[in-house]
């Protein structure tokens, strides 16, 4: 039973709310948020949750059916409720839903925690304090899948990537297409600085002729297709093909070489708006390695690099509660400061496990095992060098761990120039601080002309910003 979708026109959380509690009250013949370990055990009989729950007793159950506030229910808005009844909360076989919002925390947190053998009924509880006061945010894939039997993993969303040598970029660039994602090397991003040319490939020709793919301009392999007579190739302007680019829409650069390889990875976001006016940075930050941890535990990852992608959302609700101008050199700097701070606290938490539970598979001849991860950012504190000496005596237990946030314009005021340039340095800022690059999304405008698209694109390659959206 899809849950009231009639009800657009109620202007408040507090009535949506009211509803689904009465629809509670009447399966369960008891008040709402009574009786959790009764509902956990129909889940558990109806074959809706997996056989994991039993690692649990029934007085554990009842205990930590006890710490659930239902009061935080009103942290979500309408929008967040909807899909907690209608996709994350598990329903019967008669499609009528079988728990709440705040007991589907729970029962993430504890299937996140299951593992645990020191203080586990704890570590619960915090899990299910920075999921149900929205400190941390996870995918939807876990919020609607993880501890239930029909929790297989999605495959994820792979794009269609062409290469930009490839002889086909031009028509593709011309197609209707809605995303067009295409590799863009770095050679041709210094080719189009010296207006130099750029050479694309049939490359049905190359795989048939060199049995290989080309990407490396530099390779061998590079070389030998251009000598080949049988591989047909075109030598084109680099910004005449440049402005082919900027001219087709929804054009997505990904300067990235390996840009697919971070595809699917587990994420999870800390929104900083809230975590900041409770003063739990440090709190928020450990308990949130600990909760990704155990999910990539709980689904049984075969990733010998336990790679996790923590992002931060709500920069721009922060800036604004600072009275820091969004556009200002004051706004990068408080960033580039945050956000070395909330890696040193993300590090410490995944030294921590490591200390526990070992380091992951592949820390052995790693960044992290020689120093050079801490030495590339320069990060020299007393502080640093105490956990850069630790790790290399206990490792760490996850291979990459930050993902800058995606930017795009949220205000409603024109992209000028100034603006998309600001939001260019401020993900630069957080950049020096994650493993993983985030994307961001410049806008064409009337405003703009085609050579300062241009100047801000290259200023996005050079900053080192992995993925450009062209909107």
Same mark, same amino acid.
């Given at each position: 039973?899809? @849950? ?119 570590? @619960? ?163 949130? @390695? ?55 606290? @993300? ?125």
């Amino acid at each position: 039973m899809k @849950v009231l979708e009639q009800t657009e026109e109620r202007p408040h959380e507090r009535a949506l709310l009211t509803i689904l509690y009465k629809q509670a009250e009447q399966l369960r013949k008891k008040p709402a948020y009574e009786g959790f370990h009764h509902t956990v055990r129909k889940l558990l009989e109806a074959g809706l949750y997996g056989s994991w729950v039993n690692h649990y007793s029934a007085n554990e159950i009842k205990w930590l059916g006890l710490q659930i506030v239902p009061e935080r229910d009103q942290l979500l808005c309408i929008r967040q409720l909807r899909q907690y009844m209608n996709e994350f909360v598990t329903c019967n076989h008669y499609d009528w839903p079988m728990g709440l919002p705040q007991e589907r925390l729970m029962l993430i947190a504890m299937a996140a925690m299951q593992q645990e053998t020191v203080q586990r009924l704890q570590k @619960v509880r915090e899990a299910y304090w920075v999921l149900s006061k929205g400190y941390v945010t996870l995918p939807d894939e876990v919020m609607a899948f993880l501890g239930k039997t029909f929790s297989q993993r999605q495959s994820a969303s792979v794009p269609h990537l062409l290469d930009l040598l490839d002889i086909r970029i031009q028509s593709y660039l011309s197609s209707r297409v809605k995303e067009k994602h295409i590799r863009i090397p770095h050679t041709f991003m210094e080719q189009v600085k010296a207006c130099g040319s750029w050479l694309v490939f049939n490359m049905e020709e190359v795989r048939r002729e060199m049995n290989c793919s080309l990407h490396d301009v530099d390779s061998e392999a590079f070389h030998q297709a251009v000598a080949n007579p049988a591989i047909t190739h075109k030598k084109l302007s680099a910004i005449g093909l440049m402005k082919q680019l900027l001219a087709s829409d929804g054009v997505v650069f990904h300067f990235e070489e390996d840009s697919q390889s971070d595809i699917g990875r587990l994420g999870s976001s800390i929104q900083l708006p809230r975590v900041m006016n409770g003063n739990t940075l440090a709190q928020v930050c450990a308990i949130q @390695v600990r909760l990704l941890n155990g999910i990539l535990d709980f689904w049984e990852r075969k990733d010998r690099r336990r790679e996790v992608r923590i992002e931060v959302a709500g920069w721009e609700e922060l800036l604004a509660g600072q009275r820091i101008g969004l556009h200002s050199e004051q706004a990068v700097s408080f960033i580039e400061r945050l956000s070395e701070e909330i890696n040193l606290h @993300v590090i410490k938490a995944s030294l921590q496990l490591a200390k526990e539970k070992g380091p992951y598979p592949q820390f052995e001849g790693s960044c992290w095992q020689d120093g050079s991860y801490f030495e590339q950012r320069h990060y020299t504190s007393e502080a640093w060098q105490e956990i850069s000496n630790e790790i290399k005596q206990y490792g760490i237990r996850n291979g990459k761990l930050r993902k800058a946030s995606d930017t795009v314009n949220l205000s409603e005021h024109p992209p000028t120039k100034h603006r998309q340039l600001s939001m260019i340095n401020r993900l630069a800022a957080q950049q020096q601080h994650t493993e993983i690059g985030g994307s961001i999304t410049l806008e064409k405008s009337p405003l703009l002309e085609t050579a300062e698209l241009l100047q801000l694109l290259m200023k996005a390659w050079s900053s080192g910003i992995e993925e450009v959206r062209i909107i």
